[in-house]
């Protein structure tokens, strides 16, 4: 459990025996389930040698107290983020978001030095998103507008962008748009993945773990 301010973030915490450990990766999943249903894979992250930590979000599993707003949510991150990284001062630190978690990614990464940040089904807004679903909502009332857009073109380390072709959820014109707007990101479209699958891709894997690799 990871103290943030009137609540407790449940988290996962992996690791690689101590002396064989590359780093960390602070991994932010997506809106629905909890880390019962979000980790998966775990011999999949045991081979790439780094430690994982999942939290859940305010509310999500075990975690206590309630989301407020989208500035809470972000402090939260950062909390758990400061929880483990000063334990990997002279290792590697990655920075992953998937779905929902990808605005919140990109928004540590604007504000902590990472050596790369991952961004898997991202969208350029969750605005963008409103209204490509709800056209008719005015765009003022959204409480969390997560600008991933804004905040990519300050990141100052490598970006990763993994997306499905056969996404439904969240098209890939988001990444193919969100590719655009930092020379140090780089898209890698997984065919024919969806939404909720794209982890069970070998091209996913292969990718992801090559460019933990080159770290």
């Known amino acids: 459990f990871i103290d943030v301010p009137h609540a407790k973030l449940h988290a996962l915490y992996l690791h690689q025996p101590a002396a064989q450990s590359k780093g960390i990766v602070l991994f932010l999943h997506?809106?629905?389930?909890?880390?019962?249903?979000?980790?998966?894979?775990?011999?999949?992250?045991?081979?790439t040698g780094y430690d994982v930590l999942m939290p859940d979000y305010r509310g999500f599993g075990?975690?206590?107290?309630?989301?407020?707003n989208e500035a809470q949510l972000n402090e939260d991150v950062e909390q758990a983020w400061n929880y483990v990284?000063?334990?990997?001062?002279?290792?590697?630190?990655?920075?992953?978001?998937?779905?929902?978690?990808?605005?919140?990614?990109?928004?540590l990464g604007t504000q902590t030095p990472a050596d790369l940040v991952?961004?898997?089904?991202?969208?350029?807004?969750?605005?963008?998103?409103?209204?490509?679903?709800?056209?008719w909502v005015p765009s003022f009332i959204l409480r969390?507008?997560?600008?991933?857009?804004?905040?990519?073109?300050?990141?100052?380390?490598?970006i990763l962008l993994l997306?499905?072709?056969?996404d439904r959820l969240i098209d890939s014109e988001h990444s193919k748009r969100l590719a655009t707007?930092?020379?140090k990101a780089r898209l890698v479209e997984i065919e024919g993945a969806g939404h909720g699958d794209i982890h069970n891709?070998?091209?996913?894997?292969?990718t992801l773990k090559a460019a933990l690799d080159s770290l």
């Open 62 to 68: 075990k975690s206590t107290g309630k989301i407020e």
């Open 144 to 158: 969390y507008p997560l600008k991933t857009d804004q905040l990519l073109p300050q990141i100052n380390t490598k």
């Open 30 to 47: 997506g809106n629905a389930g909890n880390l019962e249903t979000w980790f998966t894979h775990t011999d999949f992250w045991l081979s």
């Open 181 to 183: 707007l930092n020379p």
């Open 85 to 107: 990284a000063h334990n990997y001062k002279d290792k590697k630190k990655v920075i992953y978001g998937r779905s929902l978690g990808t605005g919140l990614a990109a928004k």
């Open 118 to 135: 991952v961004l898997v089904s991202p969208y350029t807004s969750m605005t963008a998103m409103a209204r490509e679903y709800y056209p």
């Open 201 to 206: 891709f070998d091209t996913y894997t292969s």
């Open 163 to 166: 997306h499905g072709t056969s």
